[in-house]
């Protein structure tokens, strides 16, 4: 590896024990990837430091407490020392629970202190805690082009493919050490080498709303894997909740950290350029039997039509999002067997208080939480066995997560379900 002047100092310990560390991480990870160099970064967006009472457990010998675990888990460090204030602009990404409705998702007194202490610590590191997976849209866009290091397989995508800026998938113990060092190995999609496309897609059915983009890209995730499709055709209304919810998809059912949909995306002006000179390894076609095949894929843990639970939010809901369900919920109750939950950053439910949809929402019987999702809390409604959701990731991984059955589909199926209790889901 070649290291600046800067970085051997950082190595060497001149700059601090949490820097030597840090680098030294840092380093044996640039060393297995191949990497050469490393590149600067300044926006980073991991979990730093954050664990439950069984990881602190873990480190008592340390001092069981934030520190160790930073020090010990994070940075792999054979020592405890001090941790210097954060600069640029590191976030934490989301968390275990709600930090007010952590009762009604059934955590205990132990776990939300433990939750409390971990959240002062963060923030006396100068770390923004949006505690969400959308950083982009809760005050952390980097810049075309930016290099960043971003844990969350749905923000990675995002921020590759839709932002123009440039991070691979990165770890816990990556995006720590990063926070301190401000460097990331240069390495995949840093390089635009590695940013070219490998497949082309041709999508031959209109995809519009957040139901179809989601169906896309779980149809593609699963055929291209870790490569990057290149995506042409009848693709509307190309905001960033779609986005939101087809790279989620993509990367759940596959591994995707980027693509290109030419004329939308920013490094895809033309097929050309979004292939680079390389030629496409497969030429692939998401027509009407595509479409059906991939619904039903998406379905095939649905059973029981009696829904008991319907999550919403996942990637975290965007405020359009939230206005649809509170539209949607106006003059209607939850019904009693079914519990209604959505999910948001803390960011965009200030804006959803203001504005009177938790309010709607909370009315009607739902609960607009912050910070966490199902799949990642582990936590559901007591006795769920039938859950409907509108994400394709979620539905990807829920089942597998709690053993339980569950049915995808449009926004509005998901409102039906949790005001009748039933499924009437169907492809259109
Ligand atoms: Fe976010 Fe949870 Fe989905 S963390 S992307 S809502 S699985």
Known sequence: MKLTPEEEDMLSGKRGKAAEKAMDLLVRYANALGAERFVETYNVAGVPGTSNPWLKHQFEADGGDYRAVFCRFDLDSDEVFDLPKMTGNSCHLQGGMDPELWREQGFSDALHDNFVSDEKNVTALDIRNLKTCTPYIAGNEPKFGEHCAWMESSAVVYCNSVLGSRTNTEGRESTSAAMITHRIPDWGLHTDANRRGHHHIKVDVPVDSIFEWGMLGYFIGEIVQETIPVIEGDLKNA????????????????????????????????????????????????????????????????????????????????LEQIEEVARLLVGRKIHENTALWMFTSRFVKLQADARGFTDIIQGAGGMLMTDTCSAISQIIPPDTKVVALDSAKQTHYLPAFMGVEAWYGTTTDCINAAVSGKWEGELS
């Open 239 to 318: 905001d960033l909740t779609r986005h939101k919810h087809f790279g989620a998809a993509a990367a759940s059912s596959g591994g995707v950290e980027m693509y290109h949909m030419v004329g939308i995306t920013p490094e895809a002006p033309t097929a050309e350029k979004a292939f680079g000179g390389l030629t496409p390894l497969s030429h692939i076609y998401y027509g009407p039997e595509e479409r059906r095949k991939t619904y039903e894929n998406l379905n095939i843990r649905g059973k029981s039509r009696d829904v008991d639970f319907v999550m919403l939010g996942c990637p975290h809901a965007a």
